[in-house]
């Protein structure tokens, strides 16, 4: 192994993870490549070198240094082919994908059509990558999403409303789920769970009759719109309510010390699986040990805990 290239997604943690995989590629002599704009660089051949000192001072940053975009060439059979042309012009041994479920599964048509040896680092605030405890950037955008929440139940107390929030989550419910029991939320509405409105408004109208002045319902984006929820609250029990979409701030922001150290984590140990030859593969979080797993299995469908979580959140209210 003598010269790799890093792709990234974005969130929380990504720029340390670029971090630990560059100087602990410089601890074997490995030179590193970055694609600027993901898989869009790696097609169009748009690479910058990276070194120890040119990956100084982003531990704390947000985002991603080597900027992102989604690749809708990369779905094609040329894209796909011009991808590898700009691996092999390059003569790149390995392709590092740090990103969700997107990247990871690009990731792995490289590794199983094409047979570019490639490791992915799971990254994104969903937390839905299979196999993997934690992904990069997730344990950031809970607390983002905790943050507001926090500062709109100091409004909706004082002003008796209900408030609904919706955050990000299209298939997954896993940031909406943990906010939620976190902020002391009343309900959370998630992709994995089915639910009875009629239920939620009428747990409403008899909380309200027993002197609660104010809700917090938490929505993810890939189960319903707050607006809607929102509307049909007010027009149902003829309660006063107001709606916050939370959208992108939930994907930046300083990582947390969590978010950093994992990704001090992931980045080294993609490293020395490369170094023991393992390609095809993501990087995963189990019990606090690393560990890896096919890349073709970190990609399939995760199963999250939904229903002890979601008991507790109505234990609590």
């Not at 107390?157 to 939320?185: H, K, N, P, Q, T």
């Not at 929820?229 to 007010?234: D, W």
């Not at 490369?274 to 690393?290: I, T």
Request: net charge positive; proline share 2%; hydrophobic share 45%.
């Amino acid at each position: 192994m003598r010269r790799i290239v890093i792709v990234t997604r974005d969130c929380a943690g990504v720029n340390a993870a670029i971090r630990a995989v560059v100087r602990s590629a410089a601890c074997y002599n490995v030179e590193v490549l970055g694609a600027v704009r993901g898989y869009e660089g790696l097609i169009d051949g748009d690479l910058v070198s990276l070194d120890s000192r040119s990956v100084s001072g982003i531990i704390n940053m947000g985002g991603t240094i080597l900027k992102t975009a989604r690749c809708k060439r990369f779905r094609t059979i040329p894209g796909q082919k011009k991808a590898v042309e700009t691996i092999k012009k390059n003569k790149i041994d390995t392709v590092i994908v740090i990103g969700g479920n997107g990247s990871l599964t690009a990731a792995n048509i490289l590794a199983s059509k094409y047979s570019v040896p490639v490791i992915g680092i799971p990254a994104t605030i969903d937390n839905d990558v299979n196999g993997v405890n934690m992904s990069i950037g997730a344990d950031t955008a809970v607390n983002v999403a905790l943050d507001a929440i926090d500062k709109i139940r100091d409004t909706a107390v004082s002003m008796e409303r209900i408030f609904v929030v919706e955050v990000m989550g299209r298939d997954c419910g896993y940031l909406a789920l943990r906010a939620a029991l976190a902020g002391g939320c009343e309900e959370v509405l998630l992709p994995e769970k089915s639910y009875d409105f009629k239920d939620i408004y009428k747990s409403v109208v008899d909380g309200n009759i027993r002197g609660k002045v104010s809700w917090i319902i938490v929505v993810a984006e890939g189960k319903a719109k707050a607006a809607d929820v929102a509307k049909k609250i007010t027009k149902i029990t003829g309660l006063e309510t107001r709606e916050v979409v939370l959208g992108h701030i939930q994907r930046g922001g300083r990582p947390t010390a969590f978010d950093r150290i994992l990704a001090a984590r992931y980045g080294n140990y993609a490293v020395e699986l490369l170094k023991q030859g393992k390609k095809g593969v993501c990087v995963a979080l189990r019990n606090d040990k690393l560990a890896s797993q096919p890349l073709s299995a970190a990609i399939r469908v995760k199963d999250m805990e939904v229903d002890s979580y979601y008991r507790l959140i109505k234990i609590l209210t």
